[in-house]
């Protein structure tokens, strides 16, 4: 089992929840609203200065489904590019309420 750590520009939040649904169906957390400076992207501290904002979402999936979702995702960060802002990471779940 892989946790799923998707952080975005939230300009294509309809693009990710889209991957989500498309390669790795199933529930996910996100926090609809964060700021913060990437290395390629720049600062998007949703003010005057530095507009825009990002997202995040962690997904749970068995080992099958988070590689499926990192495959779709890698495509879209290939589609956009890096200055839109797509970054995941895969890592393992130890342990789950059952």
Same mark, same amino acid.
């Given at each position: ?16 929840? #889209? /991957?989500?649904?498309?390669? =790795?169906?199933?529930?996910?957390? &996100?926090?609809?609203?964060? %700021?913060?400076? +990437? ?25 099958? #489904? /988070?590689?499926?979702?990192? =495959?779709?995702?890698?495509?879209? &960060?290939?589609?956009?590019? %890096?200055?839109? +802002? ?13």
């Amino acid at each position: 089992m892989k946790a799923v750590w998707i952080l975005y520009d939230i300009v294509i939040d309809s693009d990710i929840l #889209a /991957a989500l649904r498309e390669a =790795a169906p199933g529930g996910y957390t &996100r926090w609809p609203r964060l %700021t913060g400076d +990437g290395p390629q992207s720049g600062p998007r501290l949703d003010n005057s200065v530095w507009p825009g904002a990002n997202a995040a979402i962690l997904a749970v999936r068995g080992d099958a #489904a /988070a590689a499926a979702l990192m =495959a779709r995702l890698q495509a879209l &960060r290939d589609e956009v590019g %890096t200055l839109t +802002g797509v970054w995941a990471f895969a890592t393992p779940v130890l342990e789950a309420l059952k």
